[in-house]
Nanobody
Framework: QVQLVESGGGLVQAGGSLRLSCAAS????????KGWFRQAPGKEREFVGS????????YYADSVKGRFTISRDNIKNTVYLQMNSLKPEDTALYYC?????????????????WGQGTQVTVSS
């Protein structure tokens, strides 16, 4: 079993930046892809981005491409989401997740373990 703890959320003005962290413990962290998802009030959970087991491949939703960057540190068992040029529409609860394989996808059914989420609020 994997435990995931997200941190780094908060309130920021439009155009600002935040860096989310997701610390993992349990199942071999370095062998699996990681993903970030978000859910805004009244909306379905949506894919933000993913990173492969070795960090060589990243994949982003069109809505965040060019603004968000995912990275990972397998020694620290941590995955990061750097968010720049934030917009009010980025406001959501952000979750990290561990994939069932070493390669990330946008389908949340491909992820087996989830954190509790960290709130990001972007004011206009």
């Amino acid at each position: 079993q994997v435990q995931l703890v997200e941190s780094g959320g908060g309130l920021v003005q439009a155009g600002g930046s935040l860096r989310l962290s997701c610390a993992a413990s349990g199942r071999a962290f370095s062998s699996y892809a990681k993903g970030w998802f978000r859910q805004a009030p009244g909306k379905e959970r949506e894919f933000v981005g993913s990173i492969s087991w070795n960090g060589a491949n990243t994949y982003y939703a069109d809505s965040v491409k060019g603004r968000f960057t995912i990275s990972r540190d397998n020694i620290k068992n941590t995955v990061y989401l750097q968010m720049n040029s934030l917009k009010p529409e980025d406001t959501a609860l952000y979750y990290c997740a561990v994939a069932r394989t070493g390669w990330g996808t946008r389908d949340f059914d491909d992820y087996s373990d989830w954190g509790q989420g960290t709130q990001v609020t972007v004011s206009s």
